[in-house]
């Protein structure tokens, strides 16, 4: 009897687990995308002769060869680099907080996508995003194979498109030429690792979950593997919108 009420406690545990990753996953990309959506409805206004032109918001984030734009990106970064290498000794209030920070300053650094592409082409990425996702979430949680050497090669994968997206940004930003072939490039490249990447997360996860308690470790655990399935996410949206997204007139 009481092995039975353990076994059920378990798997109360592992189901709480997991809708707690993808929970978290499925309130930050909507929270992201609320935030882009109402940041992108304010970066132009109209001036009386009719013209459109940057807002103050817009002026602050893409004027000066975008330097606010950076700005953000790299407060991206220390965001993620805060909750996942402090993950261990914060409270869950602060890696919650740290979480939903992050989701609202990437939802303004995705203002651009609303301003550059259609709407359509928009909603095409991201259904053909979701559709890759949830294939890829439910292949890493059913198969019986060890993911574990897919997620090392997507890994120096990821790494090889982090160096030549610096490269890029260093050229473009030293010569104004145009770079379509990387760029090209290393948005297949991003589409393939991550793609690999959610399911590697996927397998990751299911086997942390196999193991989890309702404490305040695990619930910090669960904020870490909603933001992993989070950037599979967003990447591999951001790379099919590269690829096949149509920009407005």
């Given at each position: 009897?009481t092995?039975?009420?353990?076994?059920?406690?378990?798997?109360?545990?592992?189901?709480?687990f997991?809708s707690?990753?993808?929970?978290?996953?499925?309130?930050?990309?909507?929270?992201?995308?609320?935030?882009?959506?109402f940041?992108?409805?304010?970066?132009?206004?109209?001036?009386?002769?009719?013209?459109?032109?940057?807002?103050?918001?817009g002026?602050?984030?893409?004027?000066?060869?975008?330097?606010?734009?950076?700005?953000?990106?790299?407060?991206?970064?220390?965001?993620?680099?805060?909750?996942?290498?402090?993950?261990?000794?914060?409270?869950?209030?602060?890696?919650r907080?740290?979480?939903?920070?992050?989701?609202?300053?990437?939802?303004?650094?995705?203002?651009?996508?609303?301003?550059?592409?259609?709407?359509?082409?928009?909603?095409?990425?991201?259904?053909?995003?979701?559709?890759?996702?949830?294939?890829?979430?439910?292949?890493?949680?059913?198969?019986?194979?060890?993911?574990?050497?897919?997620?090392r090669?997507?890994?120096?994968?990821?790494?090889?498109i982090?160096?030549?997206?610096?490269?890029?940004?260093?050229?473009?930003?030293?010569?104004?030429?145009?770079?379509?072939?990387?760029?090209?490039?290393?948005?297949?490249?991003?589409?393939?690792?991550?793609?690999?990447?959610?399911?590697?997360?996927?397998?990751?996860?299911?086997?942390?979950?196999?193991?989890s308690?309702?404490?305040?470790?695990?619930?910090k655990?669960?904020?870490?593997?909603?933001?992993?399935?989070?950037?599979?996410?967003?990447?591999?949206?951001?790379?099919?919108?590269?690829?096949?997204g149509?920009?407005?007139?």
């Amino acid at each position: 009897m009481t092995q039975t009420k353990s076994l059920r406690l378990t798997v109360a545990e592992k189901s709480q687990f997991l809708s707690r990753c993808y929970g978290w996953m499925a309130f930050a990309l909507f929270l992201s995308a609320v935030v882009a959506y109402f940041t992108a409805a304010n970066l132009f206004t109209q001036t009386l002769d009719g013209h459109m032109q940057l807002s103050y918001l817009g002026k602050m984030l893409f004027a000066g060869r975008g330097m606010g734009f950076m700005l953000l990106c790299f407060l991206e970064i220390a965001v993620v680099i805060f909750l996942t290498a402090k993950i261990r000794t914060m409270s869950v209030f602060t890696a919650r907080f740290s979480f939903i920070l992050y989701s609202v300053i990437n939802g303004i650094s995705l203002s651009s996508i609303f301003a550059v592409y259609q709407i359509a082409s928009i909603a095409n990425a991201f259904f053909a995003t979701s559709a890759t996702f949830v294939v890829m979430c439910i292949y890493g949680s059913k198969t019986k194979s060890d993911l574990t050497k897919l997620g090392r090669y997507c890994v120096m994968g990821l790494l090889g498109i982090l160096l030549a997206t610096l490269l890029h940004f260093i050229l473009g930003f030293f010569t104004g030429a145009p770079l379509a072939m990387l760029d090209l490039l290393v948005s297949i490249a991003t589409v393939l690792v991550f793609t690999g990447l959610t399911a590697y997360d996927s397998q990751k996860i299911l086997k942390t979950a196999e193991n989890s308690k309702n404490t305040d470790d695990y619930k910090k655990v669960a904020i870490l593997g909603a933001l992993e399935l989070y950037l599979d996410f967003i990447n591999i949206l951001l790379a099919l919108l590269k690829l096949f997204g149509k920009r407005k007139d």
